[in-house]
């Protein structure tokens, strides 16, 4: 049966940059999802394997972050124009490039703290047995990030440890917290919820912002006693976090310098993912949440 090529398009889809620029203590961020189709004079790659007309896909995610750097991300629209320009006044086999872009917006928290806008899920578990209550609340998916103040360094190493020591690195994380209330049950006493939900989110979200951070354990950890010291009501807060691995970009081999003092390019990677989980219990109580938040 006789074939033809029928419309055919390639690039990388997905390249997820993070771009900071500072202004002094304040930051701002761009969070971008990036995703190239390029075609035009395609039809030899198909047919016979050659790649002389193809610019490799991986080139196109390169050029996404040499131009968060060089160029800077001003808008989502104003980046698309420059990158489809780019390809298709660059390439001459290239005649058509279309850039898809989602930004991710972030809410400030502080200077250099953020929250992903309007993206968390408020969830509880309430068990009675006939005598006792037990009410478990908390929240998922609530994406924080810090552009500085975090480091990492000082940690054991074996013949199977690359890692670079960090000492100004982007701390990211979807909290997943659960608490748990010491209500017995009786009426006078009930929690004001929403109340307490609002100031439990407050505190930790305060308390992930006000960290000079060594570790995202360190973090956990403050964010959780400090939801225990302010909320009598609270006896237990559990949190598996995510390390959302922020990755300083390699542009030397495109002549820029990549330094985090003055505004990086960073590669958001999705996984695999450090997850630091623990409990911070009031003391005197014990631990009745399950170990487990996630499944995986
Ligand atoms: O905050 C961190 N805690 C770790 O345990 C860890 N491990 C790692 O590779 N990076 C980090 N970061």
Redesign the pocket.
């Known amino acids: 049966m006789p074939t033809i090529l029928g419309q055919n398009q390639y690039g990388k889809a997905e390249t997820r940059v993070v771009k900071v620029v500072r202004d002094g203590a304040t930051h701002h961020l761009k969070d971008l999802n990036v995703s190239i189709a390029l075609s035009g004079d395609m039809d030899d790659v198909h047919h016979s394997g050659s790649n002389t007309h193809v610019l490799p896909t991986d080139t196109t995610k390169n050029t996404v972050y040499a131009f968060a750097k060089r160029h800077g991300i001003e808008s989502a629209e104003r980046f698309g124009i420059l990158l489809a320009r780019h390809f298709v006044t660059s390439q001459v086999p290239i005649h058509r490039a279309r850039v898809r872009i989602q930004e991710y917006a972030w809410q400030r928290l502080g200077g250099h703290s953020f929250a992903r806008a309007g993206q968390e899920t408020r969830v509880t578990e309430v068990t009675y047995d006939g005598t006792a209550w037990q009410v478990v609340s908390g929240l998922s998916d609530l994406t924080v990030l810090n552009s500085t103040d975090s480091e990492?360094w000082g940690?054991a190493k074996d013949e199977y440890t690359t890692?670079k020591e960090a000492y100004d690195r982007i701390?990211a994380t979807d909290v997943c917290a659960r608490w748990r209330y010491g209500w017995s049950g009786d009426e006078a006493s009930e929690p004001d919820w929403d109340r307490s939900y609002e100031e439990a989110k407050r505190h930790l979200l305060e308390a992930f912002a006000d960290t000079y951070?060594l570790?995202?354990?360190q973090s956990l950890y403050r964010m959780g006693a400090r939801v225990i010291d302010h909320r009598d009501e609270i006896d237990e807060i559990r949190f598996s976090l995510p390390?959302k691995?922020h990755f300083l970009v390699d542009l030397e081999p495109f002549g820029l310098t990549n330094d985090v003092e003055d505004g990086a390019v960073y590669f958001a990677a999705d996984r695999p993912y450090?997850l630091?989980e623990a409990t911070v219990l009031r003391e005197g109580t014990e631990p009745r949440i399950p170990v487990d938040l996630h499944t995986v």
């Open positions: 990492f940690y890692l701390l951070s570790s995202l354990q390390n691995h450090g630091i």
